[in-house]
């Protein structure tokens, strides 16, 4: 099984972790690429011209890339590192994971509110229950995902969720089973790696499985 729960398919290419120098499937791990003067940028997209360095969807992994400048050895030759790397990395994924719940929401394809979840989860039209990284614990614990990995996320906070809703603060969302869905889950996955607290899975802490 990959990072997100998902049997690896020929389609699914891998890529080596420039800081632990394991190979995962690429979706597992973050691009980054140097622009024309000299400065790694995270290229989350994976669509940057030249060549990509890689390096796993984890804190840890991070750091050691950064601490010890990994990426001039990769990129054989010296360049240079923003301020804040991991940060970029942090809100480039919170806008991406809000943006595609933005969009399944526009399509219907995604709820709020704890009665609207709870109806999602009892038909089985869930296949994503996330929840507010500061809810109460009490209140969260009233809902159960639908199982398996990947299908539970605790790695956005109540502001952060109710952008995509349009609302200042969100607790509980569900989202359908779809294309957006499995992008969410991608990008959601790598953030709970990324953060300090990156939440949890339906399977434990997602940031310990690459």
Do not use: Y
């Not at 969302?173 to 953030?191: C, I, K, N, S, Y």
């Amino acid at each position: 099984m990959t990072r997100g729960g998902r049997d690896k398919t020929r389609d699914d290419p891998e890529r080596r972790c420039i800081a632990t120098g394991e190979t995962h499937p690429k979706r597992g791990l973050i691009r980054f690429a140097v622009s024309p003067d000299g400065v790694v940028v995270p290229d989350l997209l994976g669509k940057l011209p030249g060549r990509g360095m890689w390096v796993s969807a984890d804190r840890a992994a991070l750091e050691t890339a950064v601490k010890k400048n990994l990426f001039s050895r990769s990129a054989k030759r010296q360049v240079t590192l923003p301020g804040d790397l991991i940060g970029e990395v942090e809100t480039g994924l919170v806008r991406r994971t809000v943006e595609l719940l933005s969009m399944a929401r526009k399509a219907g394809q995604a709820v709020t509110g704890f009665e609207k979840v709870k109806d999602w989860l009892a038909k089985g039209e869930a296949a994503i229950l996330l929840q507010a990284s500061d809810g109460s614990d009490r209140g969260k614990s009233k809902l159960r995902p639908p199982g398996g990995k990947g299908s539970f996320f605790g790695v956005l906070s109540a502001s952060e969720l109710g952008l995509a809703f349009g609302r200042e603060h969100v607790i509980h969302a569900a989202l359908a089973a779809g294309g957006l869905a499995d992008r969410f889950r991608e990008d959601a996955v790598r953030l709970s790696g990324v953060r300090e607290d990156g939440g949890g899975a339906a399977t434990g802490k997602v940031k310990k499985t690459i």
